[in-house]
């Protein structure tokens, strides 16, 4: 089955930058798409980063500019750096896997347990 890991949240400063890291444990008989999207307390969960299948990148407008998002496919990881954090950029940060865990013709979606970011001013 396939799984979804994220690591590198923490607290920071306003101005200061993190990377987050989302690596996919699990087979998929399909092409993986992999994104990253956030929830704030009361919020709703949003997109924040994805590529697309012919390998551009989208991100949020409240998060262009800022923040940038990679793809390591042969360590199967999702990465996104963060610059310039703002207060507002304070939620858990969650992965976001479209893969076929099960058969090719079978796509599911699957989430990870999420990494907290916190920025203060």
């Known amino acids: 089955q396939v799984q979804a890991e994220e690591s590198g949240g923490g607290s920071v400063q306003a101005g200061g930058s993190l990377r987050l890291s989302c690596v996919q444990h699990?087979?998929?008989?399909?092409?993986?798409?992999m994104s990253w999207h956030r929830q704030a307390p009361g919020k709703e969960r949003e997109f924040v980063s994805g590529?697309?299948?012919?390998?551009?990148?989208q991100y949020a407008d409240s998060v262009k500019g800022r923040f940038t998002i990679s793809q390591d496919n042969a360590k199967k990881t999702l990465y996104l750096q963060m610059t310039n954090l703002e207060p507002e950029d304070t939620a858990m940060y969650y992965c976001?896997?479209?893969?076929?865990?099960?058969?090719?013709?079978?796509?599911?979606?699957?989430w990870g347990q999420g990494t907290q970011v916190t920025v203060s001013s």
């Open positions: 699990g087979y998929s008989y399909c092409r993986s798409d």
């Open positions: 590529t697309t299948p012919d390998g551009n990148s």
């Open positions: 976001k896997i479209s893969a076929c865990g099960l058969s090719a013709g079978y796509r599911q979606t699957f």
